[in-house]
């Protein structure tokens, strides 16, 4: 099995990149904040790979950070959660608000979460209790740059765009985010809140 990838950013776009190893040239789905931690194309990148076999195809998952992975790994055991749902589940939180959520059975945060329901969300805070505390998730990281406020919200619409939301619907939840948090420290942070707003 692939676990770890290091190689050219060929094409990057949200939700998945084309890294060149070797000559070859790997299609990876990653999440949103694993988007945003690449560098350009044509830069080197590391990614953290879980490798998915299935009898037609196979699939690989990359992450920016080894919590990342350890989490998506997580929530494929879930009864019910496939690998679009996990990669939801990490755009809208991160590694340590998800293992937060879970600690305190706060399955309300998880259904947040775009693709998430309360059924869902129940069993995934019921299913990983017990094991939340042996991934490998430690203190939270720290955000990257922000970027200037007009640059974190074109890529921010773009990201919401290529999720499928229309242009209006995209724009005025960016709108109310930007409201709710006037310095929301960057692309990542303010598209989370825009998410968790269309969810509502």
Do not use: C, W
């Not at 608000?97 to 706060?106: F, K, L, P």
């Not at 998880?110 to 129940?122: H, S, T, Y």
């Not at 074109?154 to 960016?174: D, F, Q, V």
Request: zero cysteines; hydrophobic letters at 50%.
């Amino acid at each position: 099995m692939i676990g770890l990838l290091t190689g050219r950013v060929l094409r990057r776009l949200p939700g998945r990149v084309l890294l060149e190893v070797g000559g070859v040239g790997y299609d990876i789905s990653i999440p949103l904040s694993t988007f945003y931690a690449l560098p350009v194309d044509g830069a080197s990148a590391t990614l953290e790979i879980h490798t998915l076999v299935r009898e037609d195809a196979i699939q690989l998952f990359g992450f920016a950070t080894l919590p990342e992975k350890s989490v998506f790994e997580a929530l494929l055991a879930v009864s019910g959660v496939g690998p679009k749902v996990a990669l939801a589940v990490l755009a809208g939180m991160s590694p340590e608000e998800i293992v937060g959520a879970i600690e305190r059975n706060d399955a309300p945060r998880l259904r947040a979460i775009p693709g998430v329901g309360r059924k869902l969300a129940e069993r995934i805070a019921l299913e990983l209790k017990e094991r939340v505390g042996k991934l490998a998730v430690g203190r939270p990281h720290a955000e990257p740059g922000l970027a200037p406020a007009t640059i974190a919200g074109e890529e921010a619409e773009s990201a919401l765009l290529n999720l499928g939301y229309g242009a209006a619907e995209a724009r005025e939840a960016l709108e109310r985010a930007r409201r709710a948090a006037p310095a929301p420290g960057g692309v990542e942070m303010l598209l989370r809140e825009a998410l968790r707003i269309l969810a509502r």
